[in-house]
């Protein structure tokens, strides 16, 4: 059984950093994209970051040069280190892998997903 576990999340001033992590077991992970989506209260799940088992590496558009995407095969563990937070930022992060192994993902066709992690944005 697939399983994804993340930890890191937090309260954190604007300005401030997190790092994210995400384990996977039950599965090696070869072939599979990893990816971290968010979702905001009253907003939809969005793709934040994903790498692929080549280590093909997308961002979203809000968090470019802000977040960095890394992933050790051998440890089957994803990261997500998050610098420059934003209030915005705030939200559910979820862990999520799919067999598809392509770095643009759609939420509702997601095959993983681990149970979320908060991190929140304020002062």
């Known amino acids: 059984q697939v399983q994804l576990v993340e930890s890191g999340g937090g309260l954190v001033q604007p300005g401030g950093s997190l790092r994210l992590s995400c384990v996977l077991s039950?599965?090696?992970?070869?072939?599979?994209?990893m990816a971290w989506f968010r979702q905001a209260s009253g907003k939809e799940r969005e793709l934040v970051a994903s790498?692929?088992?080549?280590?093909?590496?997308r961002y979203a558009d809000s968090v470019k040069g802000r977040f960095t995407i890394s992933r050790d095969a051998r440890r089957n563990t994803m990261w997500l280190q998050m610098d420059s937070l934003k209030p915005e930022d705030t939200a559910m992060y979820y862990c999520?892998?799919?067999?598809?192994?392509?770095?643009?993902?759609?939420?509702?066709?997601?095959?993983?997903w681990g149970q979320g992690t908060q991190v929140t944005v304020s002062t």
């Open positions: 790498v692929t088992s080549g280590e093909t590496i």
């Open positions: 999520a892998a799919d067999r598809s192994n392509r770095p643009y993902l759609i939420a509702a066709r997601i095959d993983y």
């Open positions: 039950g599965h090696s992970g070869s072939g599979l994209v």
